[in-house]
Every structure is written in structure tokens, then in C-alpha cells.
Nanobody, 125 residues
Framework: QVQLVESGGGLVQTGGSLRLSCAASGRSFRPYGMGWFRQAPGKEREFVSA????????FYADSVKGRFTISRDSAENTLFLQMNNLKPEDTAVYYC??????????????????WGQGTQVTVSS
């Protein structure tokens, strides 16, 4: 059984920064990849970023390219999302997720088998 726990969310002003963390626990945790998704009230869950666990190759939604950076710490099974130059439209609950399926695309939420409970990010205008 895999458990994911996010932390690091909070309230910041436009232009500020936050660093999200996602700690994974579970026996023999070996994901194909991990990612971050976000969901604003009344909106569908959308892809933010993902990372291939083995190679550290990264993927980003167009809306966050140049502002967000995803990274991992394999030794501690931890995923990070550095969020810079935050905008009000970044306000959402952010979820980390893990996938074991080598198929599908990185942005497809249905490809991820394990999800955390989410952490709130609020950017004031």
C-alpha cells in the first residue's frame, strides 16, 4: 500500500514563491513516474508537471513553464515542486500522484494509481 502526503501549501502574494513536498511511503515503492496536478473550485483537475523516476526527465504544462520546477529525491522517495512568480490563477488544491503504468501520457490523470490528499495554494491579487 502506497501513501502520499503533500505539504508546503499556503497563502502568498502575487509574485511570491512556495515549495511543495510530497512524501511517499510504502513497501518497495518503485514508481514509473510522479506528478503534480491541481484543481480549482468548480474546475476539472489539470496537469501541472511530472517527472520520470528513473531518468529525471521532466514535463510541464504550458501555463507553468519557466515558473515551476519539479524534482525528486529517490533516496527519500520525496517529490518537490518549486513554484516561483506565482499568479492568482495558480490558486488551487495541489495533488501529488504516482504512476506505475508505462503507457498513456504524462498529463493523463487516469494514468496515476496513487494520490495524496492535496495541499491548498492560495495566491492573492
Amino acid at each position: 500500500q502506497v501513501q502520499l502526503v503533500e505539504s508546503g501549501g499556503g497563502l502568498v502574494q502575487t509574485g511570491g514563491s512556495l515549495r511543495l513536498s510530497c512524501a511517499a511511503s510504502g513497501r518497495s515503492f518503485r514508481p514509473y513516474g510522479m506528478g503534480w496536478f491541481r484543481q480549482a473550485p468548480g474546475k476539472e483537475r489539470e496537469f501541472v508537471s511530472a517527472i520520470h523516476w528513473g531518468s529525471s526527465v521532466t514535463f510541464y504544462a504550458d501555463s507553468v513553464k519557466g515558473r515551476f520546477t519539479i524534482s525528486r529525491d529517490s533516496a527519500e522517495n520525496t517529490l518537490f515542486l518549486q513554484m516561483n512568480n506565482l499568479k492568482p490563477e495558480d490558486t488551487a488544491v495541489y495533488y501529488c500522484a504516482a504512476r506505475t503504468d508505462v503507457g498513456s501520457t504524462w498529463s493523463n490523470s487516469r494514468a496515476y494509481a496513487y494520490w495524496g490528499q492535496g495541499t491548498q495554494v492560495t495566491v492573492s491579487s
